[in-house]
């Protein structure tokens, strides 16, 4: 390497090092505290400065300087890119984001596959409801044991009102044995029916269906025995939510298996993509809710023995669930 060359790439350097080194310590700055951390002043800086920086490594690479002195500029200009275009979010942000925006408007535009889901589940209901009206062997049938717990068809009314009327129990041990196997048992049927809905729809559906067998039965068990207004407040308290997530959770496996049915001009794996944005955040809301439920089941349930608060308190908080899906997060700011 020529002394000549040397000499101009140290005045080169020399001319210019002071404005690099100023937005080296700018972009030094927003990396740790972000773009809002800067004054206008900065700001300003920050934009001319990045602005002659590119320009010293277009002139750069023109005139062949040392690969050193390239390799700095060309480091320096793609951080100061990236502070002055990439967004600058924290986590605390994102997930602001996510909750204000993301998965209410999600929640909007899956309306169609949540309805969908909201039939299935009835529709479920009432085949299971029928099916012990016409045969009560049927509640053996489809009911889980782990979720019958004590009661059966040989449970007799008092046998029943005793389980719905239990304030008894150790509060904080019902919080953690019941909670603890609400949430894996339903977490689990979530997450099948998410997941199985990107196999054209059919399994979500079925495993949709029957979840409202499951309540059918239980519920017509009650009711023949002439206690179903009991039941019902029995399974609000909890169940508002809780169903509001199986449903979404199916609506989000929904999402995903039209976009496999009917990619439109899209190839499939195009329109996976777009619809598994929505349907990740719909997995993830009902994630959320069944943790509320749990809770409610564990613990609030134990509590509220009377009837009227039970009701009031589950269609209460499912009345602040569809309020936050209706009328939070319309206004977005504008993202590229």
């Not at 749990?294 to 569809?322: D, K, S």
Request: glycine fraction near 8%; aromatic fraction near 12%.
């Amino acid at each position: 390497m020529s002394d000549a060359f040397l000499m101009r790439s140290a005045r080169f350097r020399k001319e210019r090092e002071a404005d690099w080194k100023r937005l080296e310590a700018l972009i030094t700055r927003v990396e740790k505290r972000g773009l809002n951390s800067l004054e206008f002043e900065q700001a300003r800086d920050l934009a001319t400065l990045y602005r002659q920086a590119m320009n010293s490594l277009s002139l750069a690479r023109e005139i062949s300087l040392d690969k050193s002195l390239l390799f700095y500029l060309e480091s320096l200009c793609a951080r100061a890119y990236l502070a002055v275009y990439a967004p600058q979010e924290s986590l605390r942000g994102l997930m602001a984001r996510l909750f204000i925006y993301g998965m209410p408007g999600a929640v909007r535009r899956c309306a169609p596959q949540i309805l969908i889901a909201f039939l299935t589940l009835g529709l479920g209901a009432l085949a299971g409801y029928f099916l012990f009206v016409e045969d009560p062997t049927w509640y053996n049938t489809i009911m889980p044991p782990e979720l019958a717990d004590t009661r059966g068809i040989n449970s007799s009314r008092e046998d029943l009102l005793s389980v719905i009327y239990d304030s008894e129990r150790d509060a904080l041990a019902a919080f953690t044995a019941f909670a603890s196997f609400l949430f894996s048992h339903n977490t689990q049927i979530a997450i099948f029916i998410f997941s199985l809905g990107v196999l054209v729809c059919l399994p979500s559906f079925m495993l949709t269906f029957y979840n409202g067998l499951v309540i059918g039965v239980f519920v017509a068990l009650h009711i023949d025995r002439g206690i179903g207004y009991d039941i019902a407040a029995w399974l609000s308290i909890h169940g508002v939510t809780e169903l509001s997530a199986i449903v979404i959770a199916c609506a989000g496996g929904f999402t995903l298996g039209l976009a496999v049915l009917f990619p439109g001009e899209l190839t499939r794996g195009e329109a996976l993509r777009r619809s598994g944005r929505d349907a990740v955040k719909l997995a993830i809301l009902a994630a959320i809710m069944l943790v509320v439920a749990a809770i409610l089941e564990g613990f609030f349930r134990q509590i509220v023995q009377n009837p009227e608060t039970r009701l009031i308190v589950g269609w209460g908080i499912g009345g602040l669930w569809l309020a936050y899906f209706l009328l939070v997060g319309h206004k977005r700011p504008g993202t590229s």
